[in-house]
């Protein structure tokens, strides 16, 4: 198994410039979410989804978009960069939507918008 | 609301001492608790979790916690560092009640290890 993979490793994009950062996982896992990492601020959740077809926003969605038309994909949308998006993004995938499961994380993307 | 504290952002050990990560929960009803570490320039991974049963629970790389619900606390340990321990070290609480599927991640404590 692969795990959870995210593409690319990183990024540098111009304010204004749209982006979709990859995250796919080959573990059958029905819950899948995006977190950004920034100093100081720990883990913020941004998008998750319990299954194909069902997203919902977490806790700082805004200037992103998300989709899952599979099991396996989820990918998220930077749809107008800003310099307050540079952050380290994570994926991770977990058995199911409840959180007694663990949680498996991607390598990361490290974004920086100028 | 519930909430995850994570005392000492940074701490530092020498090589062989014992490692104390503090983590202390508020939860108005009884909570999962999980350690995650990361390894500089890599993604998170589960130290150990508690979930029911016994409260101290045993993790890989000789990491353990015990879950004390009269000190709200989940404190991490290890009897002997390695310089390998250096790492970020996060704490998250997760409440299974009713539609609520959100972890509660502390802000993390970095750990550096000194020969």
């Known amino acids: 198994n692969a795990g959870v993979t995210q593409t690319p490793k990183f990024q540098v994009l111009k304010t204004g410039q749209s982006m979709t950062l990859q995250c796919a996982q080959d573990?059958?896992?029905?819950?899948m979410s995006w977190y950004r990492q920034d100093p100081g601020m720990g883990l913020r959740l941004i998008h998750y989804s319990v299954g194909a077809g069902i997203t919902d926003q977490g806790e700082v969605p805004n200037g992103y978009n998300v989709s899952r038309s599979t099991t396996e994909d989820f990918p998220l949308r930077l749809l107008s960069a800003a310099p307050s998006q540079t952050s380290v993004y994570f994926c991770a995938s977990s058995f199911s939507g409840t959180f007694t499961d663990t949680q498996y994380f991607g390598p990361g993307t490290r974004l920086t918008v100028l | 609301a519930q909430s995850v504290t994570q005392l000492g952002s940074h701490v530092s050990v020498s090589e062989g001492a014992l490692v104390l990560l503090r983590c202390n929960y508020s939860?108005?009803?009884?909570?999962?608790l999980f350690w995650y570490v990361q390894y500089p320039n890599q993604g998170l991974q589960l130290l150990l979790k508690?979930?029911?049963?016994a409260t101290l629970v045993k993790g890989i790389n000789g990491f353990e916690a015990e879950f004390k619900k009269s000190e709200t606390s989940f404190h991490l340990t290890k009897p002997s560092a390695h310089m390998s321990d250096a790492a970020e070290y996060f704490c998250a609480v997760s409440l299974n009640a009713g539609n609520n599927r959100k972890l509660i991640w502390g802000l993390g404590t970095s750990l550096a290890v000194n020969p």
């Open positions: 508690y979930t029911t049963g």
């Open positions: 939860s108005s009803v009884p909570p999962y």
């Open positions: 573990m059958n896992h029905e819950y």
